[in-house]
């Protein structure tokens, strides 16, 4: 398989040699799945290195015209438009309205409507939505920053903004267990990047992608700063989740 250095030209697509592709960002984008990827698709076509971006993992990329061509045969499509809240035939419609449930108050479910909307007037965000909406009287939590400290306030992958972001990530986890919530029920976030390079932030969101918050998908902003509050710090998130009910908190100081 060839390897080399592709360049980001768009949301999810890359240039190399006049040719185009697409990554699994971009897939996911126009509405593939793992495994329709792995069916239709099969071994990616390139992995693009970017040695700018220490750590950085390699990014899977398909020939366009086999993207194209693929989904010709109408076998992702459909699926894109059961994600959004669309029917069939309709695509064109206005806001995309997702339902999050699990809520669970005793022994009785309670589904809580969560509106990931996506504006048709708008470019199609990459694995994200242009805003969410949560029903009056939903209970929230305003999270602060998650950043790539270990639990003994060291930091995590100096120099290295992927391996942060995985840190950044796995912290973000217990702030949301701290108060009964998960990853799957995050309204929107910043994810903050010391960084002028967009490889470095295109890196850093793969992880945010590949860590569940895209499921949804979330309302994000990522941007690149010049700089972050502890010493060697390149990598920071806030959220602002959905706290079901009947779900239990775990230990929270005081």
Do not use: K
């Not at 240039?15 to 990616?44: F, I, K, M, N």
């Not at 950085?56 to 010709?72: C, D, K």
């Not at 470095?200 to 309302?219: D, F, I, K, M």
């Amino acid at each position: 398989m060839p390897q080399g250095e592709a360049v980001l030209v768009g949301c999810g697509m890359h240039e190399e040699d006049g040719r185009r592709y697409v990554s699994l960002a971009g897939l996911r984008l126009r509405g593939w799945t793992g495994d329709s990827v792995r069916r239709l698709l099969g071994a990616p076509d390139r992995l693009s290195l970017d040695p700018r971006v220490r750590g950085a993992p390699q990014v899977r990329l398909y020939r366009l015209e086999r993207v194209e061509a693929a989904e010709r045969s109408n076998e992702v499509r459909p699926w894109a438009e059961s994600r959004s809240g669309l029917t069939p035939g309709n695509s064109d419609a206005g806001a995309a309205v997702g339902l999050d449930d699990r809520q669970v108050a005793g022994d009785r479910p309670r589904r809580v409507m969560i509106q990931r909307v996506t504006s048709p007037a708008l470019f199609p965000p990459p694995t994200y939505s242009h805003a969410s909406v949560v029903e009056a009287g939903t209970r929230l939590a305003f999270l602060a920053g998650s950043v790539p400290l270990d639990a003994d306030g060291e930091l995590v992958g100096a120099g290295d903004p992927v391996r942060q972001a995985e840190q950044v990530i796995a912290n973000l986890r217990e702030q949301l267990r701290a108060v009964g919530s998960d990853l799957e029920h995050v309204l929107v976030t910043d994810v903050y990047v010391v960084s002028g390079e967009p490889a470095v932030l295109s890196a850093v969101w793969e992880v945010v992608e590949a860590s569940g918050l895209s499921v949804g998908p979330h309302a994000s902003t990522l941007l690149g700063v010049a700089c972050l509050g502890y010493t060697g710090q390149l990598v920071e998130i806030t959220a602002t989740a959905v706290v079901p009910e009947g779900r239990e908190q775990g230990a929270v100081r005081p």
